[in-house]
């Protein structure tokens, strides 16, 4: 399967954002196990704050309590 996220960012507390790259919609994408995934349209970067010129689809992944 290629590959739909360019690269993951740590925000922190087990969570990590990544750009969805992939050629599909955006719903397509299954987080890796004992990760939950909610898809956002950003204008900003997550991390750094830096504007983009036009907004791009972002992978929000928290890692679950398995307990």
């Given at each position: ?24 919609d ?11 995934a ?17 907004s ?12």
């Amino acid at each position: 399967m290629p590959r739909q996220i360019e690269r993951f960012y740590p925000l922190g507390q087990g969570k990590k954002a990544g750009r969805y790259i992939g050629q599909q919609d955006v719903l397509c994408y299954r987080p890796p196990l004992s990760y939950s995934a909610t898809a956002e349209l950003k204008e900003c970067h997550p991390s750094t704050g830096k504007q983009f010129t036009q907004s791009e689809w972002w992978i929000f992944l928290t890692l679950e309590d398995l307990s």
